[in-house]
């Protein structure tokens, strides 16, 4: 089966920009929108203007209110945010054409279940085939046609080779792999390594306590991910390091900022005040700790990350914990 038409679940920037690519790709793409603002600013603009300011979306994208209106899409991109996959996946069932596959775009961990996100489609679409997109990806540079490449993970290779190939542009390469559990895993703990990053950059601790945190954050981002059945082969490509050294590296991630404000001195309320994007490390962080203990995982960075978030622990002395730990073998 061809792709002719993908269904685009939420218009923040990320599935703005999927949207975006899926239409370069020479997809019919439609893009369902909470925000009625968002409908009537492509509609009469061409443009996200709430979500994804400055990008020009292509002809073949048509923003839509309700969900009803993917009833008709061969491929779903379903790209809220991590908290509401559930509700938008629930919302969804009665439209979704049978056999169309669903790609899940959001990264996180689930609050108070401590499911991935396939489990949680799994759960709400126990029919539908389930593929999973992840890697190094700003949404605004992709949008604008700067270079990438993704993980496009599916059980179904021969499936997740075909939705590759129907979204592939020259300026975003998907490459195919089997291990979803290890694509989302790396997806959900990267956002709160990103906010370790960003208080240690923040706190002013250097190029070195950068590049230590990265290194010794993906040892734990892998331990968890292999705990959970993914493998770590996938953690070592674009899903996992990829995006992790992404993630940790630019102000331009949310994830990032939120860290850089609570390093230089912002509560956490400060940090999140006035943005209307989701930063997913922040509810991710206490589902990876708890999902983490549940595994008998040692994650001693996203323990800190979730200790100082939930006000348990200040930014020093989580600090001080993490350097007082007792020294061991590196492996
Ligand atoms: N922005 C990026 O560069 C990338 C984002 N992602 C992931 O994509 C997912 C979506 O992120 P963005 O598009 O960046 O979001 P965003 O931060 O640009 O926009 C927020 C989105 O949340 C939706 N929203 C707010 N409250 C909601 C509710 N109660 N129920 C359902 N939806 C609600 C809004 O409608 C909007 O679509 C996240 O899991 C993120 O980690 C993945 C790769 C890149
Ligand atoms: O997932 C992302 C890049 O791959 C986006 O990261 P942020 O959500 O931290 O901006």
Redesign the pocket.
Known sequence: MNFNHAGVI??????TALAQVAARAGLQVTLQ???PEVVASIAAERENAM?LPGVKLEDAVTAAPGLDALASCDLILA????Q?LR??LMALKPHLKAGAPVVL????VEQGTLKLMSDVAFEVLPDAPIAVLSGP???GEVARGLPTAVTLACEDEDLGRRIGEAIAIPTFRPYWAADVIGAEAGAAVK?VLAIACGISEGKGLGRSAHAALITRGFAELTRLAVALGGKAETLAGLCGLGDLVLTCSSPQSRNMSVGLALGGGQTLEQALAGK???A?GVASAPAVRALARSLGVETPICEAVAAILAGEVDVDSAILGLLSRPLKAEA
Do not use: D, I, T
């Not at 790209?79 to 991590?82: E, K, L, T």
């Open positions: 939420g218009a923040g920037a990320w599935g929108a909470r925000e979500f790209v809220p945010p991590a509401h509700s938008a775009c959001s990264k996180g990806s700003f949404a956002n209307v994007s989701v997913e």
